[in-house]
């Protein structure tokens, strides 16, 4: 821990907001980012074969994943821990521990 450099100088929630801007998705940027996942990525790889034909493998789950993502605010450790089970299909909702 004595090599871990500490950042004394406290930030306001302006300045954080503002170094966080353009890493946040706003309106319809969550829904074209959702597109690429399930289409245009595949479609920029075409030329590369290996990298399009893993794209049409994982497709529909990497769509899946990324819009559960962006639909319900979970972070990726809740959603790696998923199980099968902790979906209830009939009330479309998920468990997290």
């Given at each position: 821990m004595a090599k871990v450099?500490?950042?004394l100088i406290k930030e306001d929630q302006e300045t954080q907001a503002n170094r966080m801007e353009g890493k946040i998705l706003r309106g319809d940027e969550f829904e074209q980012f959702r597109?690429?996942?399930a289409h245009e990525y595949g479609l920029r790889?075409?030329?590369n074969k290996k990298a399009f034909n893993f794209h049409k493998l994982k497709q529909e789950r990497d769509t899946a994943i990324i819009s559960l993502i962006l639909g319900s605010g979970?972070?990726?450790s809740e959603?790696?821990?998923l199980d099968c089970d902790d979906i209830d299909w009939n009330k479309n909702t998920v468990r997290v521990i």
């Open positions: 450099d500490l950042n597109n690429f996942v790889n075409q030329s979970l972070r990726l959603i790696v821990g």
